[in-house]
């Protein structure tokens, strides 16, 4: 893995850059960013824009685990829900950049630009992208008390009920919504949004019986799922997936273009010191191999990509682009 990039302070010919600007040149990179040559010298926190419960919260705490396993240093989950998952963003945007604290974000933060008129937090120009921890498909699932049936029965109820049903989301303008938006879209059919602070929140009103279904990312259903409390109905796409065989993709119930995906990457703030993004994501690359997480993704239905640096910044890049298409065509609006 290259670590010294160019326009880092790794670089020698930015250290001569930086030298030439004097001290107001060294403060834009921001107070605490020294590199720390023994990182993890102490514990790391890692904030999750959303509450406990939900799809990114379900793979940062096993990565967690296997991060204090590998260095002897804590990984603290810092849950902050809110504003769709932006107010933990904004907060992370806005730490010392000394790489004690991480950022884990989903597909949400690339969604954000296009349906929020005014963040304070930009994630290509505040944070330096490290690695694509997950991606799961999207999964259809409803309370089988108040959906019963298979997917056929579904949609009739669907279509002899107009407005009727409702779907929960982990708040405006997520994956969850614009997963529900464009569903809306396929079956021309109208099904009333519910935001809520995060997909824990949501799953929990699901089970309970407060919200009709939800259009999930497989990694926070799949525990709930497999213990009956909610049933899939299906996955986006065009293959089941291996870890629910059971359930059909999109494809097969005649929705050949319905292919929502869900996926949850790692990131540091702005200015964290070269060696350090390449120590965090030697880290990561380390704990994908580990067999604990190689069995909570299999069981969450997920899939490591191993993309890492630059190369998911262009992912992440893309996907950007790709939900302002889809927000303009969906019309999808915040609630």
Not at 70 to 84: P, S, Y
Request: proline share 7%.
């Amino acid at each position: 893995m290259e670590t010294t990039q160019k326009g880092s302070l790794s670089d020698p010919a930015s250290r001569r850059q930086v030298l030439r600007w004097g001290a107001a040149g060294v403060a834009a990179w921001g107070v605490g960013a020294q590199a720390d040559a023994n990182w993890p010298s102490k514990p790391v926190t890692l904030v999750v824009p959303f509450p406990a419960g939900g799809g990114t919260d379900a793979f940062a705490r096993p990565l967690s685990a296997q991060f204090a396993k590998q260095t002897g240093k804590t990984l603290v989950i810092d849950n902050r829900g809110g504003a769709g998952g932006n107010l933990g963003a904004g907060l992370a945007a806005k730490a010392v950049p000394d790489g004690y604290t991480l950022f884990m974000g989903a597909v949400h933060h690339s969604i954000a630009p296009s349906m929020y008129p005014k963040l304070d937090y930009d994630l290509e120009r505040d944070f330096v992208p490290l690695a694509l921890m997950a991606v799961v498909p999207q999964v259809l699932v409803v309370n089988p008390k108040k959906v019963p049936g298979d997917f056929k029965a579904f949609m009739a109820q669907l279509r002899s009920n107009p407005g009727r049903l409702n779907f929960g989301s982990a708040g405006g303008g997520t994956s969850h919504h614009l997963a529900g938006e464009l569903f809306k879209l396929h079956t021309k059919t109208f099904i009333t949004h519910i935001p809520y602070r995060g997909a824990g929140p949501a799953l929990q009103d699901l089970i309970a019986g407060n919200v009709d279904m939800m259009f999930d990312g497989l990694g926070s259903s799949a525990q709930h799922i497999k213990g009956g409390r909610v049933k899939a109905l299906m996955v986006s796409g065009n293959k089941r997936n291996a870890a629910f065989p059971d359930v059909p993709c999109a494809a097969e119930l005649g929705l050949p273009d319905y292919t929502v995906t869900t996926w949850y990457g790692l990131w540091a703030p702005k200015g964290t010191p070269t060696d350090i993004q390449a120590h965090a994501i030697d880290e990561v690359r380390k704990a994908s191999s580990a067999d604990d997480i190689k069995l909570a993704w299999s069981q969450n239905g997920a899939e490591f990509p191993n993309i890492t640096g630059p190369q998911f910044g262009a992912f992440v890049s893309n996907e950007i682009k790709r939900w302002a298409a889809v927000v303009k065509a969906s019309g999808a609006k915040l609630d």
